[in-house]
């Protein structure tokens, strides 16, 4: 893995480089093996939190863990081309417009003692800026290439916070064209629903069912690109003890393998359906 600066890497994208790179500030990695026509992405997996916002932060290292979505580039990691946030979202939400990215509060709790100076936010807001500039040149050399690309938007949430049943995943499709994706969704929510689990979890899939898809990340490459779909794909947080800060390796492990086929499958079927 090198350390790259932005324009670096968008420079290697541009002239299809293959490489495995950094980012000069440490704020997010990207790795591409080949140019194939989907991408992989964990906006939310990071858990850095820069030292000089600590004393200023009311929430715990354990509260901002439980709201991350830890794990989830592990669980995609073999593909070919690979982006994942590292910063925290308590510093800047990377699924979240440049204006909103900073929080004041978080999940009804204050976040900063007082206000975070200007000086403060415009450090994060650069590495927001910087990360979708190669977002935008990462897509942009797929349609290039390919005349389309899916994009697999790796989240995770708490199931134990909802006090009804909700689905093992979900899926977000309120801001894509369901007409024209309307099977190539359907295939990833089956798909997905097939995946054996371990310690007798039952992997169901939904769409819509606990969260919508309104994340920045898909709306700014949706907005910005018409032949690329966005998959905002929900794990709930089965692979660990979000109460205890425990990870479950071997179901991390277990959703690793099988997306590690499958999604190259749905990756292909996609491509094919689309091709003409």
């Known amino acids: 893995m090198e350390k790259l600066s932005v324009?670096?890497?968008?420079?290697?994208?541009?002239?299809?480089?293959?490489?495995?790179?950094?980012?000069?500030?440490?704020?997010?990695?990207?790795?591409?093996?080949?140019?194939?026509?989907?991408?992989c992405a964990a906006v939310h997996d990071g858990h850095q939190f820069r030292k000089e916002l600590w004393d200023n932060c009311l929430h715990s290292e354990y509260e901002r863990w439980y709201e991350e979505d830890p794990c989830t580039k592990e669980m995609v990691d073999s593909n070919p081309i690979v982006i994942a946030g590292l910063d925290s979202r308590f510093e800047y939400d990377l699924n979240r417009a440049p204006e909103s990215a900073i929080y004041d509060d978080a999940w009804g709790k204050q976040l900063w003692k007082t206000f975070l100076p200007e000086t403060m936010k415009e450090k994060s807001l650069a590495k927001h800026q910087a990360f979708y500039r190669v977002v935008e040149?990462?897509?942009?050399?797929?349609?290039?290439?390919?005349?389309?690309c899916?994009?697999?938007?790796?989240?995770?949430?708490?199931?134990?916070?909802?006090?009804?049943?909700?689905?093992?995943?979900?899926?977000?499709?309120?801001?894509?064209d369901n007409d024209r994706f309307k099977e190539d969704?359907?295939?990833?929510?089956l798909l997905l629903e097939q995946m054996p689990l371990p310690n007798e979890i039952k992997s169901t899939s939904k769409i819509n069912d606990t969260f919508e898809g309104n994340g920045?990340?898909?709306?700014?490459?949706?907005?910005?690109?018409?032949h690329t779909l966005v998959l905002a794909t929900e794990i709930a947080k089965?692979?660990?003890?979000?109460?205890?800060?425990?990870?479950?390796?071997?179901?991390?492990k277990a959703v690793k393998v099988y997306l590690d086929r499958m999604?190259?499958?749905?990756a292909k079927d996609f491509y094919t359906r689309h091709k003409s």
């Open 238 to 252: 089965v692979y660990c003890d979000e109460l205890e800060q425990v990870i479950y390796p071997e179901v991390v």
């Open 137 to 148: 040149a990462l897509i942009s050399k797929i349609e290039e290439k390919h005349n389309r």
């Open 7 to 39: 324009k670096e890497i968008i420079q290697k994208i541009n002239a299809e480089e293959l490489f495995e790179a950094v980012a000069s500030n440490y704020s997010f990695t990207i790795k591409i093996e080949e140019y194939v026509p989907f991408v």
């Open 150 to 176: 899916i994009v697999y938007d790796m989240h995770s949430y708490n199931w134990k916070r909802w006090d009804r049943e909700v689905p093992t995943w979900n899926l977000g499709t309120a801001n894509v």
């Open 185 to 189: 969704i359907e295939n990833w929510r």
């Open 216 to 226: 920045y990340f898909l709306k700014f490459i949706t907005e910005k690109f018409d």
């Open 263 to 266: 999604l190259k499958e749905h």
